[in-house]
T-cell receptor, first 109, second 116 residues
Framework: GQNIDQPTEMTATEGAIVQINCTYQ??????LFWYQQHAGEAPTFLSY????GLEEKGRFSSFLSRSKGYSYLLLKELQMKDSASYLC??????????FGGGTRVLVKP | GAVVSQHPSRVICKSGTSVKIECRSL??????MFWYRQFPKQSLMLMAT?????????EQGVEKDKFLINHASLTLSTLTVTSAHPEDSSFYIC????????????FGPGTRLLVL
């Protein structure tokens, strides 16, 4: 079976940095995705990692360690609009995405 | 990125009626479409995977006779919730993928279903 864990909620201050961790145990691995989801809206794609290491895209970076079953999403220079849920998802056997429970990030002024 | 649309965005129906939700890929052909359900403050749960022209593959615990999926063309998949009950009230989101490329899975805006 699949098991994907991430913290339920995090709070950070505008302008700061927040790191959202995700650990996973899956049968097969074909990549790890991070999505942002605002309340009542569909998820939007943020990043994709399939090899170990850090992928940087502007203010967002994502890291993967396949041997440790671990990833994190790093959000820098936080803005109020970054308040949202961040979903870690793993593509495993069968090429299906399995989502973690999501981490609600609240950015305070 | 590619655009996926859903219709309707919101629907309220009476218990026992059927509701059809459409998912369209607007500017690409989607070989595979996925249907997810999301309850409040929970994550997305995959309901079924549909490939154009073939029967959908349902996840364990999802009733195929209750959630009818049709993927008649490369740009359209429909989910019909038959004999809806209040416990079916949820946010239904479709996703479409181009070919087998790993990154290209795009989500629709979702349909909020409320069954009274």
């Amino acid at each position: 079976g699949q098991n994907i864990d991430q913290p339920t909620e995090m709070t950070a201050t505008e302008g700061a940095i927040v790191q959202i961790n995700c650990t996973y145990q899956t049968s097969g691995f074909n990549g790890l995705f991070w999505y942002q989801q605002h309340a009542g809206e569909a998820p939007t794609f943020l990043s994709y990692n399939v090899l170990d290491g850090l992928e940087e895209k502007g203010r967002f970076s994502s890291f993967l360690s396949r041997s440790k079953g671990y990833s994190y999403l790093l959000l820098k220079e936080l803005q109020m609009k970054d308040s949202a849920s961040y979903l870690c998802a793993v593509r495993a056997a069968g090429n299906k995405l399995t989502f973690g429970g999501g981490t609600r990030v609240l950015v305070k002024p | 990125g590619a655009v996926v649309s859903q219709h309707p965005s919101r629907v309220i129906c009476k218990s026992g009626t059927s509701v059809k939700i459409e998912c369209r890929s607007l500017d690409f052909q989607a070989t595979t479409m996925f249907w997810y359900r999301q309850f409040p403050k929970q994550s997305l749960m995959l309901m079924a995977t549909s490939n154009e022209g073939s029967k959908a593959t349902y996840e364990q615990g999802v009733e195929k006779d209750k959630f009818l999926i049709n993927h008649a063309s490369l740009t359209l998949s429909t989910l019909t919730v038959t004999s809806a009950h209040p416990e079916d009230s949820s946010f239904y989101i479709c996703s479409a993928r181009i070919g087998q490329a790993q990154e290209t899975q795009y989500f629709g805006p979702g349909t909020r279903l409320l069954v009274l």
